[in-house]
C-alpha cells in the first residue's frame, strides 16, 4: 500500500507516493537526498532529525511521513538557502560545531525559537535546546552562539567595540 | 528501526474516522500526534494493521471556555496547551505538567488526548486533570459518553476506552473560588525523561478565603496507573489555612499509601515513596502559602 502525499520542502512542492511505514526522516534523507537532517537514535530521544514543521520543531524521526501531508516542512538545506543563517555562521564562531552531527536539529531549535522570541534569555534558550543532545561541546558554545544572535546581545557587543574604538 | 508494515487512512472529519473505526474494530489503531503509537511500533510493541491517522481533524483542536468550564480538544497540543493564555490564568497547574512533558519536538505533535489515552502511569497530564476532577468525552458511531478521569485508567497502557470509541474532548469545571496548584515532576534529566514520580496538589478556599473547601491530591509514576489520594486529602479539607500548615507533615505521608510503586530501572519502589512524601510536603506548603498569602488564581 502507497499513500499520495503533498509536502512542501524548503519551499518546493513534491507529490509523493510513500508507504505508510516509513517516517518523514527517511523520506528526507533517501528520497529526496537531503541527508542535513540527521538520523540519530531513531527514537524521539535525541533531537539529531528535528526539522520545522510548519515552523515549528519536531522529530522526523517520529512523524510518519503520510501524516507530513500538505505540511510545510523546512530542512537544515533551507535555513542555509541564501548562503549561511546568521545562526550557522554564529555557530561556526563560537565554535559551537564539533562532530557536527546534532547541528542542524540544534540550528533548526534554535531558529524556531528566535523566530517566536527574538530575544531569548539564557534559561529559554536551554530549554528550547533540551530536546536536542551533543555529546561533544558540553553545550556552553552552543547557548553562547545562539545568544549571540540575539538583538541584546548583539547590542551589547556593538557597545563594546564601540568603547574599544574610543 | 523498521516498522512493520501497515494499512492507513487519514480521516476528513469526525464522523468518518467512528465510521471506519467501527468498521474495522479492534485491528485499527488511531493516531494522533504519534510520540507514542510510533515509538511503539518501531519498538514491535504495538503492530496494528491498520492505523487511522486523526491529524487532519482540527475540530478536536481547541481549548473553549465560559463562565463556568473549560473544553479541551482530544487533538489539542502540548505546545499549545502550556502556553494558552486562559488556562495560564485559570488552571496553571495544568500548562505547567503539559510544559514538562518530553522536549520541545515532542510537545509540538504530541497531544492531550493522546497522553491520556496511551495510559502511561507516569502521563505528566494525568494527575493535574485528576485533581481539577477532569471528565472526558467518549464518542463511537453510535453514542457519545462522559467519563470522568478518575475512573478511566484501568491499568498500565490500559483504559475504559472500549473498541470504536475515541477520546474528543476533556472538560473541567472552572473553579469558583480562588484557587493555587503545583505539580512537581523527579526526572533524572532536564528534559525528554519520563516522571519517576510526579505529585499534582490543587487547594481551593472556601467563599471567607480563609479554610479550605477543597483538596485534590494525585499521584503518577508511583503506581499502576494515575492516582487520587483522598485519604490525605481528607486531612486538610475543612481547616483554616493556618491549621492546614501544621498539618502539611501529616498529610504527605498518608498520600504514601495511596502510592504502590514498583523496583525499575528508573528507581526503587522505597525511594519513589519517599519522593511521594517528600513532593506531596513541597506542593502544600507552596499551595497553602500561597493561599494564605492572598495569591492564587
Known amino acids: ?166 | 528501526m523498521r516498522i512493520r508494515p501497515f494499512d492507513y487512512w487519514a480521516a476528513p472529519g469526525l464522523a468518518e474516522a467512528l465510521n471506519e473505526l467501527d468498521l474495522h474494530g479492534a485491528d485499527a489503531k488511531v493516531i494522533a500526534g504519534g510520540t507514542d503509537l510510533v515509538l511503539n511500533m518501531k519498538k514491535k510493541t504495538i503492530l496494528p494493521r491498520r492505523v487511522i491517522s486523526l491529524h487532519n481533524l482540527n475540530e478536536l483542536d481547541f481549548v473553549k471556555s465560559d463562565d463556568s468550564r473549560v473544553r479541551i480538544g482530544a487533538l489539542t497540543k502540548h505546545a499549545d496547551l502550556a502556553a494558552n493564555p486562559f488556562l495560564k490564568q485559570h488552571l496553571p497547574i495544568l500548562c505547567e505538567a503539559v510544559g514538562l512533558i518530553g522536549s520541545w519536538q515532542i510537545r509540538n505533535v504530541g497531544t492531550i488526548g493522546g497522553n491520556i489515552c496511551n495510559a502511561s502511569p507516569a502521563a505528566d497530564s494525568a494527575p493535574p486533570l485528576l485533581v481539577l476532577n477532569a471528565q472526558l468525552i467518549v464518542a463511537s458511531k453510535t453514542v457519545e459518553k462522559k467519563i470522568p478521569l478518575a475512573s478511566f485508567f484501568t491499568g498500565p497502557g490500559e483504559t475504559a476506552l472500549e473498541t470504536g470509541q475515541i477520546l474528543k474532548e476533556i472538560v473541567i469545571e472552572l473553579p469558583r473560588q480562588r484557587t493555587a496548584g503545583c505539580y512537581l515532576k523527579l526526572r533524572r534529566r532536564k528534559a525528554v525523561d519520563v516522571s519517576l514520580a510526579g505529585v499534582a496538589f490543587q487547594a481551593e478556599t472556601g467563599s471567607d478565603g480563609k479554610t479550605l473547601a477543597k483538596v485534590g491530591i494525585a499521584l503518577g509514576g508511583v503506581a499502576p496507573t494515575p492516582v487520587r489520594a483522598p485519604e490525605a486529602e481528607a486531612v486538610l479539607v475543612g481547616l483554616t489555612l493556618d491549621e492546614a500548615l501544621t498539618k502539611v507533615s501529616d498529610c504527605a505521608k498518608i498520600a504514601v499509601k495511596a502510592a504502590s510503586p514498583i523496583d525499575d530501572v528508573r528507581a526503587s519502589a522505597s525511594y519513589r515513596r519517599t519522593i511521594v512524601d517528600v513532593f506531596v510536603h513541597q506542593c502544600a506548603q507552596k499551595v497553602l502559602g500561597t493561599l494564605k498569602n492572598g495569591g492564587g488564581n
Open chain 1, 1 to 166: 500500500m502507497r499513500v499520495p502525499i503533498n509536502i512542501t520542502v524548503n519551499g518546493e512542492e513534491y507529490h509523493l507516493e510513500v508507504k505508510p511505514n516509513r517516517v518523514l526522516l527517511d523520506v528526507l534523507r533517501e528520497d529526496l537526498g537531503l541527508t542535513g537532517t540527521k538520523k540519530g537514535c531513531g527514537l524521539g530521544k535525541c533531537g539529531a532529525c528535528t526539522i520545522l514543521l510548519d515552523g515549528r520543531p519536531v522529530h522526523s524521526c517520529l512523524l510518519l511521513a503520510a501524516q507530513a501531508d500538505r505540511r510545510q516542512i523546512t530542512t537544515i538545506e533551507g535555513i542555509a538557502a541564501e548562503g549561511p543563517h546568521p545562526l550557522q555562521a554564529a555557530f561556526v564562531a563560537k565554535g559551537a560545531v564539533q562532530c557536527g552531527f546534532c547541528t542542524p536539529g540544534m540550528i533548526n531549535a534554535a531558529k524556531a525559537l528566535l523566530d517566536a522570541n527574538p530575544d531569548p534569555n539564557e534559561a529559554e534558550i536551554k530549554l528550547a535546546i533540551a530536546g536536542n543532545l551533543c555529546r561533544c561541546t558540553g553545550y556552553n558554545q552552543i547557548v553562547s552562539a545562539i545568544q549571540s544572535c540575539t538583538p541584546s546581545k548583539s547590542e551589547l557587543q556593538t557597545a563594546e567595540r564601540g568603547e574599544s574604538n574610543e
